[in-house]
């Protein structure tokens, strides 16, 4: 994570501490994951306020990523669309239309 604050960041794998990433259902050795790949924009939070403890609490859409289908004309489908690996030229999805 590249905090904006960071002025002397290297903006690579050593600028940072490694982030916990908050989850949906977390488990012993069950649950659900997702980490965000490189280049999202995450939303990070501080444990007790305490700057030496972030946590990625989720990950943001903008300029640059935009959602897998325009908005509002498909503000009825819920999904979850991940995208191949580099060089995976592909995708998989899981949708439910609730029009």
Known sequence: VQFHWDREGQAD???SCWLRVA???A???YGAIAIP???MEVLVTF??????QPLVTG???HGVHQPPY???ANKTRTLLKTDSSPGGG??????????
């Open 90 to 99: 592909g995708y998989n999805e899981l949708r439910i239309e609730d029009r």
């Open 13 to 15: 794998e050593h600028t």
């Open 27 to 29: 488990g012993n050795a």
């Open 70 to 72: 325009e908005l509002p």
């Open 47 to 52: 444990l007790e306020g305490d700057p030496d």
């Open 37 to 39: 790949r490189i280049g």
């Open 59 to 61: 990950c943001l859409y």
């Open 23 to 25: 989850s949906s259902w």
